[in-house]
Each structure stands twice: as C-alpha cells, then as structure tokens.
C-alpha cells in the first residue's frame, strides 16, 4: 500500500509564504506522477499543480500560476508545494496525489485518475 503524508500547513498572513512537503512511503517515485489538489469549505476539490514522472512537465492552476512551484527530491521520496504570495483565497486543506503513469509525458488535472492520497493538511491564509 502506497501512503502519502501530508505536512507543513498552518496559518500564515496574506503574503506570506509556506512549504508543504508530502512523504511517500512503499514506493519509489519512479514512474509515478505527482500531483497536489486542494479544497476549501463549500467548494470542491481543485487541481493546484502537477508533474509527471520523468518531471518534464509541470501544470499549475491559473489561480496560482507564477506563485507555487512543486518540485520532488527523489532521494527523500517527497514531493514539495513551495506557496508564495499567499492569499486569503488559497485557504483550503491541501491534498498531495500520486499516479502510476510510467511514460506519460503531460500532466493529468482529473482528480479521479489519481490513486494514492495523504491525509491533507490545513492552510490558512489570514487578511
């Protein structure tokens, strides 16, 4: 069974900046994408950004396109979300998702093609 955990969610003032880190246990991240979706109340589930295996592409939501970069360290087995310029709208729990999608050379957005999920983490991002 592959987990992933979530962590490095808080509070944080508006313009500030968080890095969110997911760790990745039975597996290797090899051939998997990553992916991190995030949700606030009342909403659903929302694409942030992604990358594939080889980490070729990477696909960010417009929303904060320019302000969050996601990145791996192989080593370590864990993804990051690195969230700068937060705004009160980024408020939400982020989720971190994983894909065995060897070959695939494009980012997929489609929350239901991802298999493996943490547990989420808080964000929240004050006025």
């Known amino acids: 069974q592959v987990q992933l955990v979530e962590s490095g969610g808080g509070l944080v003032q508006a313009g500030g900046s968080l890095r969110l880190s997911c760790i990745a246990s039975?597996?290797?991240?090899?051939?998997?994408?990553d992916a991190w979706f995030r949700q606030a109340p009342g909403k659903e589930r929302e694409f942030v950004a992604g990358?594939?295996?080889?980490?070729?592409?990477?696909k960010y939501s417009d929303s904060v396109k320019g302000r969050f970069t996601i990145s791996r360290d192989n080593a370590k087995n864990t993804v990051y979300l690195q969230m700068n310029s937060l705004k009160p709208e980024d408020t939400a729990v982020y989720y971190c998702?994983?894909?065995?999608?060897?070959?695939?050379?494009?980012?997929?957005?489609?929350?239901?093609?991802?298999?493996?999920w943490g547990q989420g983490t808080q964000v929240t991002v004050s006025s």
């Open positions: 998702a994983a894909r065995w999608a060897p070959l695939v050379v494009v980012v997929n957005i489609v929350s239901e093609n991802y298999e493996y």
């Open positions: 039975g597996r290797t991240f090899s051939s998997y994408a």
């Open positions: 990358m594939t295996w080889s980490g070729e592409d990477t």
